[in-house]
């Protein structure tokens, strides 16, 4: 019973990860245009990375539990999780705007290294994402309501 009511920690550590990795694209588009963050520069785009954990985790751990006869399904808490949240290498973007007062001496402004496009479609990558882990844990929410209608 363990193990099937496991894939409600699951799921939802799925929609735990994919929300923060909405927010965080939100945070970059919102910032698309900060030329000056209190450390001094523009905004520097942030990106989630993401990790599993558990012991059921790996294809190599199911197969060593089939190797020594333990049970296959998962023995404990496993999902994913927000590793760390890094800023992007990329460089910034400079244009020339020497009536900004950001501008450096040579009249180059630095903006952020945001593409709206490429946030726009993490963004839904993440909603989908998020969308899949509700319905997963819609489907086991209806199974264990059948399994308790169930009369003996």
Request: charged fraction near 30%; aromatic fraction near 6%.
């Given at each position: 019973?363990?193990?099937?009511?496991?894939?409600?920690?699951?799921?939802?550590?799925?929609?735990s990860?994919?929300?923060?990795?909405?927010?965080?694209?939100?945070?970059?588009?919102?910032?698309?245009?900060?030329?000056?963050?209190?450390?001094?520069?523009?905004?520097?785009?942030?990106?989630?990375?993401?990790?599993?954990?558990?012991?059921?985790?790996?294809f190599?751990?199911?197969?060593?539990?089939?190797?020594?006869?333990?049970?296959?399904?998962?023995?404990?808490?496993?999902?994913?999780?927000?590793?760390?949240?890094?800023?992007?290498?990329?460089?910034?973007?400079r244009?020339?705007?020497?009536?900004?007062?950001?501008?450096?001496?040579?009249?180059?402004?630095?903006?952020?290294?945001?593409?709206?496009?490429?946030?726009?479609?993490?963004a839904?990558?993440?909603?989908?994402s998020?969308?899949?882990?509700?319905?997963?844990?819609?489907?086991?929410?209806?199974?264990?309501?059948?399994?308790m209608?169930i009369?003996?």
């Amino acid at each position: 019973m363990s193990s099937f009511l496991d894939s409600f920690d699951i799921s939802a550590s799925g929609m735990s990860a994919q929300r923060v990795r909405l927010d965080v694209a939100s945070e970059n588009i919102a910032n698309v245009d900060t030329t000056r963050t209190k450390d001094g520069g523009p905004y520097i785009r942030k990106d989630v990375v993401l990790e599993s954990f558990g012991e059921g985790t790996t294809f190599a751990n199911a197969l060593r539990r089939a190797r020594t006869g333990q049970s296959t399904l998962n023995t404990g808490k496993s999902g994913v999780r927000v590793k760390e949240i890094v800023e992007d290498s990329r460089e910034t973007k400079r244009v020339y705007d020497p009536t900004d007062p950001d501008a450096d001496e040579d009249g180059y402004v630095e903006y952020p290294n945001v593409d709206v496009l490429k946030e726009t479609v993490d963004a839904m990558e993440a909603t989908r994402s998020y969308q899949a882990n509700v319905t997963a844990f819609n489907a086991v929410k209806q199974m264990t309501q059948s399994a308790m209608d169930i009369n003996i």
